[in-house]
């Protein structure tokens, strides 16, 4: 019933029905726990005062427990609802951090495969999606970054990989130090090689260049993205890249002159031109637009 409409949905949570519900989260039958917990996250899923209902039960306290039942649909069911209850607000992702934490997020992506992880995966990218950017950089702390990296690693469907990096971006698109933790985790390599998979379907390549290019432009340490500056790279990237890089040399005219020379010199010859002629213009827009500001 909750699957299908808000309407049914509200009926059920109009008839007291989720404190009965939570409830049987304790019930020692894994098939009755698991259409439980798939109808908790269906009711949460179709509107915010129904994931307020949600967690305004006993609900969240005994998701931990769920996350780590011997049943993986359980488990997986219960990662759902905090999904759908992440989704809908900051306050809701809050409440996760504060009730279930992060690191029972971390345990059970790293404990689980294949499709079963997906929910977690996700919910870690609709908390740091929030733009309450602690609620990242406490994920980060428990490793969330080091989890979704072995997702993107391992995984080998695109679905998977693609939600992972799809999270990675949300996490580096904070700051410079959600960023440079990414990067000296070896994430943007990692994304850098998905996308340039020939095998990656098309919206894991999209997710992949979107969250490399959110993390480039945050990152503020010019050693973690410079030697990604090779040849080979996606023409989009490698302008970020050289952006960035531009950004955070000294203010000397001269010396980002050098460091275009320079970083680019061991590009090979039939895709230099092109490369070097972005790069220049990145270099001319920059002096254009620094004059304009002195007028």
């Known amino acids: 019933m909750s699957r299908h409409s808000k309407e049914l949905a509200r009926n059920i949570v109009n008839e007291g029905g989720i404190p009965a519900l939570a409830r049987l989260l304790s019930h020692p039958d894994p098939l009755l726990k698991r259409q439980v917990c798939a109808c908790l996250a269906y009711i949460a899923g179709h509107a915010i005062e129904l ?4 967690v305004s039960s006993d609900v969240l306290h005994k998701i931990p427990g769920c996350l780590k039942d011997v049943d993986i649909k ?5 990662a759902c609802i905090l999904r759908e209850v992440a989704r809908t607000s900051v306050r809701h992702a809050n409440l996760i951090m504060l009730i279930v934490g992060p690191a029972a997020i971390v345990d059970f992506i790293s404990n689980c495969t294949g499709d079963a992880r997906l929910p977690g995966i996700t919910t870690l990218g609709f908390i740091a999606k929030h733009d309450e950017e602690t609620l990242a950089k406490d994920c980060i702390k428990e490793n969330a970054h080091i989890a979704l990296k072995d997702a993107l690693t391992h995984e080998t469907q695109d679905k998977i990989k693609e939600k992972a990096a799809w999270a990675l971006g949300k996490f580096g698109k904070h700051s410079a130090d959600h960023a440079n933790v990414l990067a000296e985790a070896g994430i943007l390599e990692k994304l850098l090689e998905v996308f340039a998979l020939h095998d990656s379907s098309a919206g894991l390549k999209e997710k992949a260049k979107k969250a490399l290019m959110k993390i480039i432009q945050k990152c503020n340490k010019i050693q ?3 030697p ?10 490698l302008t970020c890249l050289v952006e960035q890089c ?4 000294p203010i000397s005219l001269e010396s980002k002159k050098y460091f275009l020379q320079l970083s680019l010199i061991h590009i090979s010859e039939p895709t230099r031109q092109a490369e070097i002629s972005y790069a220049v213009f990145c270099l001319k827009k920059k002096k254009k637009k620094k004059k304009n500001n002195k007028k």
Do not use: C, K, T
């Open 51 to 54: 994931a307020d209902a949600v």
């Open 74 to 78: 359980v488990r997986m069911n219960a």
């Open 224 to 226: 973690l993205i410079e």
């Open 228 to 237: 990604l500056i090779r040849n080979g790279v996606d023409l989009d990237v």
């Open 246 to 249: 531009y950004q955070l040399l």
